[in-house]
């Protein structure tokens, strides 16, 4: 496989992998919306765990690590008021 191919294989991976957890917890902040703070506290976690991170490792790829985890949760959040009410 070459470089670009597997970039993009990677790439499309991570994105469906993004877009499940997002309904996942989009489907369990349904089903139960009390779950809310748990749900936001752990998005909440996994961004100061990738920021924690990223501030002794120094990657790049960990800022947009953080970022990513802050827009997921956005979507999940912001999803979940609509469809709950």
């Known amino acids: 496989m070459d470089m670009n191919k597997e970039i993009s294989s ?3 991976e991570t994105l469906a992998m ?8 989009k489907a369990l902040l349904i089903a139960n919306p009390s779950m809310r703070p748990w749900v936001e506290t752990a998005f ?14 120094g990657p ?3 800022g947009y690590s953080v970022r990513v985890a802050e827009q997921i949760k956005a979507m999940v959040l912001s999803g979940s008021a609509k469809s709950s009410g």
């Open 10 to 12: 990677v790439a499309g």
């Open 44 to 57: 909440d976690e996994a961004a100061n765990r990738l920021k924690n991170l990223a501030d002794t490792a």
């Open 18 to 25: 993004q877009f499940a957890l997002a309904e996942i917890c």
């Open 60 to 62: 790049s790829h960990l």
